[in-house]
């Protein structure tokens, strides 16, 4: 397949480790630099249309097939900001650093009878995935954030360190990382972003982010 990856060099390398060198890669860091090469690709793969989603109209009259990083942002609202004139075939994925070289591709569609597009695509890639439903955060992005968020919060009631929270989900629960490595892995600003796009899809007072992680983004300027 032709791929072009649109986001961060550690968007493409993480592509380029989940989907092999069986592939033609093509990678630019920005949108602006993307739009004279959108055709004739077979998959276009934007990392960063949660932050400039209003880069979407580029995709919206072209029949491209694309897989938008929905994390933040519904590929729903994607469409309604376009009047949902959309002739392009869309997915959404889970794009936050960490998220993308996983065993399972976790995947959402906007219209119906994509499905087995979805499943030509993915076959294409060799790769597993599991279809959710078009919603901020998707699936393991929203859980990662909530673990990550109650973290801060039991730090910032002073009932234990960081350190120790960390050892006791990774030996606990035997996840892959604790939840302040995590964080930083993901990144506060994306973190705090996502559980923001949260609350703001559901008012879910579950959602609401805790002050010292409020405090660290601020601080990132």
Not at 85 to 112: K, Y
Not at 131 to 158: K, S
Request: net charge negative; charged share 25%.
């Amino acid at each position: 397949m032709k791929i072009l990856v649109i986001g961060e060099s550690r968007h493409f390398e993480e592509c380029r480790q989940k989907f092999g060198d069986d592939h033609s890669y093509s990678w630019v860091g920005e949108h602006m630099e993307a739009e004279p090469f959108l055709g004739g690709n077979d998959l276009i793969i934007d990392a960063i249309i949660d932050e400039e989603p209003g880069e979407f109209q580029m995709y919206a009259g072209r029949p491209v097939t694309v897989f938008l990083n929905t994390v933040k942002i519904s590929l729903a609202e994607l469409a309604q900001s376009v009047g949902n004139d959309v002739a392009c075939t869309m997915f959404g994925f889970n794009g936050l650093p960490t998220f993308i070289n996983r065993p399972v591709l976790e995947v959402s569609h906007w219209r119906p009878g994509h499905e087995r597009t979805l499943k030509q695509i993915c076959e294409g890639l060799k790769t597993p995935y599991l279809e959710v439903d078009d919603r901020v955060g998707l699936v393991t992005a929203r859980v990662v954030a909530m673990i990550i968020n109650e973290a801060y919060y039991t730090v910032q009631e002073g009932t234990a360190t960081r350190e120790d929270i960390d050892l006791a989900m990774r030996l606990g629960t035997n996840y892959p990382h604790g939840p302040f490595e995590w964080c930083q892995r993901i990144s506060v600003k994306h973190v705090y972003e996502l559980i923001e796009a949260l609350y703001e899809d559901t008012r879910d007072e579950r959602y609401k982010i805790c002050p010292l992680l409020k405090k660290e983004y601020l601080a990132l300027g």
